[in-house]
């Protein structure tokens, strides 16, 4: 994959965005432009949206103000455009949602087979490839259920690449893990960004962020409240809220 | 590492070993039965309790059985079965009153069936598309032609109905009846023109729409067409089948019916569209709201009389067409019961591959929610199964009904005749339940190994 094929283009835009859960006003007036290539670190109090924001870019949540363009294709009730940004957009879950009925490949090969209309072989060895990438070629013919959450972890993440996807929304995806497997799932993220894929990390591993991230979002009360490049971000928070957040992760 | 050690430094890895065995075969068993007094009392108690009931079971049915004899006669005295009457009611107790000399065709359809369906039971057995689609969408249609001759007597369709239309009067080409298939013809096109008009309409995709509904006609009228073809087969009315073929017939289609049925009317109670949502529900709590005895008498003496002049069903067709749909509302709720256990986080990660609503439902959702139900489906099978007999109250004459119709019969009238043929209905039943149980067994087993569970 080129670093950034165009490093103007857009990947996601978002403007003016507000979701209520019912009486709830869950996002308030969010703005965020991600171009094509960037990776961005979200981060915030539990409760905050930071999840809800991320959901609502592939549309598992259903925003009512404001504009969301995902690669150009604006979200709304159309289902036609919805299937198409999910085509474009892979996704890795807290809880790994993998299919425990289906093998490691078949959950690999499943939507490349139905979705992309690959063929059978080619889409089986493209699941290799990337189960070989993400450093368990070995396990292909297991079920998710006999497998370490950090084997799980970088299966979802090997399956959302075999959809071949634009961009990739991250959900927490370590902090269900053990200290130990973190490590291996947090690789296999850093080789992908080094890899120019465009990516939204909802994440609280502070390491990664200051290593890959080109941004860090500092979310609160369904808002943002600060973003800037982790450097910044980690030794010179300016907001008031964002200090006292950062003091009390990183201590 | 004992108590007053601070500190500790193992200085030896210790080795893998096998897990310690306990001698002799018996050790299990002897764990199992003997271990403790509670289970010794236990034990006694089973092989007692065993042995009161086995026993007379045992010397009814085989020591003190009689086993040969031409009439009733030979079974005057015994203390056992007359498995003569049996034997020479057979015929009547698999086939009804189904004619001698037809009798190959439901054999035949007896063996084709138990062909396809062994290996598509067998998991290793390979084609099993093929084989699905054989038994599915073939077998059926065979089976129709064989058991009641085919060659349907189709005068007209929708327009010969509404109109005149009697261009051909009663002309035929290999038992097609000219009328019946120009009607036909012209009624799928009125039909899909009608449909694309609407759909452009209502702004829908109107070409596809209404070639979907010619697609829809021309799947019917294969099947129809078959069914409808001239043979040779000299035709037997359903109103002479009988005995364990009519069982196997309503419970087959009750059962191959059911289950794509139940798993829509599931899927439609839990859809997003409330109109899909609410004709679901009604239909389910319709069906689930009346015994089936009431279906049965409805399907029979009270359908006909709603139906228009002219237009009659077939009994045995009414019934299974019942039987069907009262199942189907059943296992309906089965299957929601297995949706509800199926978490959001699986549609979830489904639709963010891109996967569309049925593929989300057929590749996801369903394997898993089905393989949870797999229990209260076969519950129903076997349930359906046993209760087939109850067709006899609207004068079907299945296995209970020939075995009542026998014990009529003079010649075979003895003291054990009756507990015979119970008996021997008894052990029929028994193993097609017990058969589909166990098998649904080896399916959990299976489902639980490919879950890691
Ligand atoms: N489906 C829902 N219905 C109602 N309220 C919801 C729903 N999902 C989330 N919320 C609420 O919205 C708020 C934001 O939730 P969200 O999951 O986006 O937070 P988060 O920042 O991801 O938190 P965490 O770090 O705990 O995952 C929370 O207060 C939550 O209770
Ligand atoms: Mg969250």
Redesign the pocket.
Known sequence: MPATGNANAVAIELTGVHKW??Q?H?LKDIDLKVMRGERIVIC??????????I?CINRL?RHQRGRILVDGIELTDDLKRIEEVRREVGMVF?QFNLFPHLTVLENCTLAPIWVRKMPKKIAEETALHYLARVKIPEQAGKYPGQLSGGQQQRVAIARALCMNPKLMLF??PTSALDPEMIKEVLDAMVALANDGMTMLV?SHEMGFAREVANRVVF?DA?QIIEANEPKEFFDHPRHERTKLFLSQILH | MTGSDRAYIRTRLAANEPPPTRAGPFHAIVQGLFSGPLNIAFTLFSIVAIAFAALPVVRFLIVDAVWQGMDASACQGAGGACWPFVQAKFGQFIYGTYPEALRWRPDLVFVLGALLLAPLLAPAAPLKRINALLFFGIYPIVAFVLLTGGNLDLRHFLIGRLTAWNIFGSATTAGLSWNFWSDYVATAFLVAVLVEVGAALLGARARKASFTALFVFAAVGAVVLAADLDFGLEPVETRSWGGLMVTLVVAITGIVASLPLGILLALGRRSEMPLVRLASVIFIEFWRGVPLITVLFFATYMLPLFLPSGVSVDGLLRVLIGVALFSAAYMAEVVRGGLQAIPKSQYEAAEALGLGYWQTMSFVVLPQALTIVIPGIVGNFIGLFKDTTLVLIVAIFDLLGQLRAAFADPAWASPVTLYTGFAFAGIIYFVFCYGMSRYALSLERRAAVAGGR
């Open positions: 859960f019912g709830f869950v915030g109090p539990s409760g905050s949206g930071k999840s809800t924001l959901r949540e807290q959900d927490e909802v979310m369904g």
